[in-house]
T-cell receptor
Framework: EDKVVQSPLSLVVHEGDTVTLNCSYEVTNFRSLLWYKQEKKAPTFLFMLTSSGIEKKSGRLSSILDKKELSSILNITATQTGDSAIYLCAFTNDYKLSFGAGTTVTVRA | DAMVIQNPRYQVTQFGKPVTLSCSQTLNHNVMYWYQQKSSQAPKLLFHYYDKDFNNEADTPDNFQSRRPNTSFCFLDIRSPGLGDAAMYLC?????????????FGQGTRLTVV
């Protein structure tokens, strides 16, 4: 059965800290791994990763995929209170998009 | 410039009374998804369409049905809503290619069952 596991499930940090979120997967016919940010509304797209070892960056966020280890990390540097959200890792295979349980990040001022 | 539109944003229905949620898209994407998301949980895939090809998740209850009359529209029918079906229902679309499988989400419909 395909699955994706995120860790930690939740964490609390202070503004300015760096956060590293993990996502590991066991997926047949793997096509891509995606990261989404969800506040009190629908998920918003952050990154899509298909190739191992190529870092994607957007401002203070970055992500990389390791196909050998079947995992991905999402880094957030210099965290701000606006980064407080649930971060969802998802995989696609056979055109399905399925989510992990998410990591709840709380950034305290 | 909304690209994936869900109606209504909020829906209150009575226990056991059939309800239909709708989703429309202007992206001409061939894949459409329906997710159920309960409080503090990740979105759970109910089913998806690849063009007209319907794909049901094994653990989606029979109470949930879907229709896709054309590329732009997709409906989620809940035949007899129970209290446990109260959730946010998210519609998403994608046009998978070798290089891109990003999904675009609507704003969701929050369903309350009374």
């Amino acid at each position: 059965e395909d699955k994706v596991v995120q860790s930690p499930l939740s964490l609390v940090v202070h503004e300015g800290d760096t956060v590293t979120l993990n996502c590991s997967y066991e997926v047949t016919n793997f096509r891509s791994l995606l990261w989404y940010k969800q506040e009190k509304k629908a998920p918003t797209f952050l990154f899509m990763l298909t190739s191992s070892g190529i870092e994607k960056k957007s401002g203070r966020l970055s992500s990389i995929l390791d196909k050998k280890e079947l995992s991905s990390i999402l880094n957030i540097t210099a965290t701000q209170t606006g980064d407080s959200a649930i971060y969802l890792c998802a995989f696609t295979n056979d055109y399905k998009l399925s989510f992990g349980a998410g990591t709840t990040v709380t950034v305290r001022a | 410039d909304a690209m994936v539109i869900q109606n209504p944003r909020y829906q209150v229905t009575q226990f056991g009374k059939p309800v239909t949620l709708s989703c429309s898209q202007t992206l001409n994407h061939n894949v459409m998804y329906w997710y159920q998301q309960k409080s503090s949980q990740a979105p759970k895939l109910l089913f998806h369409y690849y063009d007209k090809d319907f794909n049901n998740e094994a653990d989606t209850p029979d109470n949930f049905q879907s229709r896709r009359p054309n590329t732009s529209f997709c409906f989620l029918d809940i035949r007899s809503p129970g209290l446990g079906d109260a959730a946010m229902y998210l519609c998403a679309t994608s046009r998978p290619t070798a290089m891109n499988t990003e999904a675009f989400f609507g704003q969701g419909t929050r369903l309350t069952v009374v």
